[in-house]
Nanobody, 125 residues
Framework: QAQVLEESGGGAVQAGGSLTLSCRGS????????MGWFRQTPGQKRDGVAL???????NYPDAVQGRFTVSRDTAKNTLSLQMNRLTPEDTGMYYC??????????????????WGHGTQVTVSS
């Protein structure tokens, strides 16, 4: 079975609003796996906005700390990103990424073997 990640939940929202992104996996078990959410804007590289380690520990860059929360539901094989107090700087295409099992997650993209096609988030001022 092919490994597929599929994101959903993006959309347009005003500054200060909230969105929850979801990533569903097929052919790839999310439990005990390094995973992350990345954001990309046109002409820029993908930047990590939320990481979850195989132990379920999490890391966030300073720009989203306290506003974004990543979580994993192993029963549903989904990865979620709750985003609160959104700002226009949060605008971008958001990608779900999966690395190897039993590894810590890092902000570099090279670690991740599987990527979804992305879901667009647009925050207006």
């Amino acid at each position: 079975q092919a490994q597929v990640l599929e994101e959903s939940g993006g959309g347009a929202v005003q500054a200060g609003g909230s969105l929850t992104l979801s990533c569903r996996g097929s052919g790839l078990e999310f439990a005990q796996r390094a995973m992350g959410w990345f954001r990309q804007t046109p002409g820029q590289k993908r930047d990590g906005v939320a990481l979850i380690h195989w132990t379920d520990g999490t890391n966030y860059p300073d720009a989203v700390q306290g506003r974004f929360t990543v979580s994993r539901d192993t029963a549903k094989n989904t990865l979620s990103l709750q985003m609160n107090r959104l700002t226009p700087e949060d605008t971008g295409m958001y990608y779900c990424a999966a690395g190897k099992r039993f590894e810590a997650a890092h902000f570099g993209t090279d670690q991740y073997n599987f990527w979804g096609h992305g879901t667009q988030v647009t925050v207006s001022s």
